[in-house]
């Protein structure tokens, strides 16, 4: 075995992995697209990406997808999490995520109700109205929340990203025929059938 003192000891040295962020980071503007493009259906990836990224960076055995479809028993432990985190980053944003949390669970239920009613023909047109009426008083919780998600991550503007992905442009052209539908669906209540003659 020869050995030559003057060579510097080699080693393997692991790479370090990148880390994933601990939660869902998308631009504002990406979110605002896709959240009214889909009526509000975004929020149950939303729910889930979040609560899926959580899980994989902290390590708890949690169920993602339960905390999507059952958001409003969870949004306040992840809005909860977005401040603590966000805080730890950049104090500078303010928001209550308490009151947004509750805000949203109220008209996430109010939502609820108003959509059984309008199915069965109970209030209509009102209760379609409550149904438009909810989607920007959620969108916006999770607005708010979402800025401070970005700002948890460090990437307060949502850089990483910002850009709309081919899915995200067959949500959106799947999410225009849906809002299509409803508008058609509203005028037809409002109005009455058009007549064809």
């Not at 999770?142 to 700002?151: D, G, H, R, T, V």
């Amino acid at each position: 075995m020869e050995t030559n003192i003057y060579k510097p000891p080699e080693s393997n040295v692991a790479q370090a992995e990148p880390m994933s962020p601990e939660f869902y980071v998308v631009s504002r503007n990406k979110f605002l697209i896709l959240f009214i493009s889909t009526l509000g259906i975004y929020r149950l990836y939303w729910f889930y990406k979040n609560w899926s990224l959580y899980r994989k960076s902290s390590g708890k055995k949690i169920l993602p997808i339960l905390r999507a479809f059952f958001s409003i028993f969870f949004a306040h432990s992840l809005f909860k999490l977005f401040d603590g985190k966000s805080k730890e980053i950049d104090n500078t944003y303010k928001w209550s995520p308490g009151n947004m949390a509750t805000l949203y669970v109220l008209f996430a239920i109010l939502e609820n109700v108003s959509d059984r009613l309008s199915r069965k023909s109970i209030g209509e047109p009102f209760t379609d109205f409550i149904l438009l009426i909810t989607l920007p008083v959620i969108g916006w919780t999770l607005y708010k929340a979402q800025i401070s998600a970005n700002i948890a991550c460090d990437d307060p503007a949502g850089a990483g990203n910002s850009r709309l992905t081919p899915a995200n442009y067959a949500w959106i052209v799947l999410g225009a025929v849906f809002w299509v539908i409803v508008g058609l669906g509203l005028y037809t209540v409002t109005v009455g059938p058009p007549e064809w003659n």
